[in-house]
């Protein structure tokens, strides 16, 4: 690996596509959760951003840490992680961050962790032994995390990468999504910009500047009936429509959706996510 010094080979791998309970849900027999279709087994709602930085080192940051971490890193060969970006504190999304330890235990180096204040306040309470570890009665094995607020629209740069946290709207609570784009102005291989944006009702006037010129967005989807605190499947493809990001994937799906069903019915340069996936489809 040698110095280029721009951002190259980013890829944006999803690690789950599924909402808060999964798909297959506990105890249910729909025609999704019996599905022997791969594209309808959804873990939680997170993903990893590969790329290589402008020295030459190759990156990995999450986006979200789900309850189902171990098993998307396991199954996805993950095994550094140099920055995590939270959306929010609901379980589904960050149910996982015990996890991260064990990037601590390879590395050798803390991990840095970006969220807005509210969203650090619930971490800092449910994860005291992680950001207090002084207070533990044993000493233990826990997560090395450097806690960074965000303010909301003030961008952030770390490692050839400029992070961008905007407001969206999940029901009645504001939540963070993320642009992300190349410090060069690169497409860092066809990814950049890139908008993730999972739990979302609302899009308040204040995001529509960092959806504009977007080659990617992750986009939430949750199910065909009304929800108030997701975008249904009409909504997102309606907004979808209206951001005309080069390529849309959507997440977030509950059992309602199954893939078979509805992936031929969308627009063009429109598609519905699954776990696993990788962006862009053709090699960086």
């Given at each position: 690996?040698?110095?280029?010094?721009?951002?190259?080979?980013?890829?944006?791998?999803?690690?789950?596509?599924?909402?808060s309970?999964?798909?297959?849900?506990?105890?249910?027999?729909?025609?999704?959760?019996?599905?022997?279709?791969?594209?309808?087994r959804?873990?939680?709602?997170?993903?990893?951003?590969?790329?290589?930085?402008?020295?030459?080192?190759?990156?990995?940051?999450?986006?979200?840490?789900?309850?189902?971490?171990?098993?998307?890193?396991?199954?996805?060969?993950?095994?550094?992680?140099?920055?995590?970006?939270?959306?929010?504190?609901?379980?589904?999304?960050?149910?996982?961050?015990?996890?991260?330890?064990r990037?601590?235990?390879?590395?050798?180096s803390?991990?840095?962790?970006?969220?807005?204040?509210?969203?650090?306040?619930?971490?800092?309470?449910?994860?005291?032994?992680?950001?207090?570890?002084?207070?533990?009665?044993?000493?233990?094995?826990?997560?090395?995390?450097v806690?960074?607020?965000?303010?909301?629209?003030?961008?952030?740069?770390?490692?050839?990468?400029?992070?961008?946290?905007?407001?969206?709207l999940h029901?009645?609570?504001?939540v963070?999504?993320?642009?992300?784009?190349?410090?060069?102005?690169?497409?860092?291989?066809?990814?950049?910009p890139?908008?993730?944006?999972?739990?979302?009702?609302?899009?308040?006037?204040?995001?529509?500047?960092?959806?504009?010129?977007?080659?990617?967005?992750?986009?939430?989807?949750?199910?065909?009936?009304?929800?108030?605190s997701?975008?249904?499947?009409?909504?997102?493809?309606?907004?979808?429509g209206?951001?005309?990001?080069?390529?849309?994937?959507?997440?977030?799906?509950?059992?309602?959706?199954?893939?078979?069903?509805?992936?031929?019915?969308?627009?063009?340069?429109?598609?519905?996510?699954?776990?696993?996936?990788?962006?862009?489809?053709?090699?960086?």
């Amino acid at each position: 690996m040698t110095a280029t010094g721009v951002v190259t080979n980013a890829q944006l791998e999803l690690l789950g596509t599924g909402t808060s309970s999964g798909v297959p849900a506990i105890g249910c027999d729909c025609p999704t959760c019996v599905s022997t279709d791969p594209h309808d087994r959804r873990l939680r709602t997170s993903a990893a951003l590969r790329f290589r930085d402008p020295m030459g080192i190759d990156r990995v940051w999450l986006l979200d840490v789900s309850p189902d971490h171990r098993s998307q890193a396991l199954r996805s060969g993950i095994r550094r992680c140099d920055g995590i970006l939270i959306t929010h504190s609901h379980v589904d999304h960050v149910w996982g961050l015990d996890e991260v330890r064990r990037y601590n235990a390879i590395m050798g180096s803390p991990i840095d962790l970006y969220a807005d204040a509210s969203t650090l306040a619930d971490l800092q309470r449910v994860y005291e032994h992680i950001f207090e570890p002084s207070r533990n009665v044993n000493g233990s094995f826990v997560a090395n995390l450097v806690a960074h607020r965000v303010t909301p629209s003030v961008s952030v740069e770390s490692q050839g990468l400029r992070l961008i946290p905007f407001q969206v709207l999940h029901g009645r609570t504001p939540v963070l999504a993320w642009r992300i784009e190349a410090v060069d102005g690169g497409d860092g291989g066809g990814l950049f910009p890139l908008a993730y944006c999972t739990d979302v009702s609302g899009l308040p006037p204040t995001a529509y500047p960092h959806l504009q010129g977007l080659q990617t967005l992750v986009l939430d989807m949750l199910r065909f009936r009304s929800h108030p605190s997701h975008f249904t499947v009409d909504q997102a493809v309606a907004h979808a429509g209206d951001v005309s990001a080069q390529l849309t994937v959507f997440v977030h799906m509950s059992h309602d959706i199954q893939h078979a069903e509805l992936s031929p019915r969308l627009p063009t340069g429109m598609m519905l996510g699954f776990d696993g996936l990788k962006l862009p489809k053709s090699p960086c």
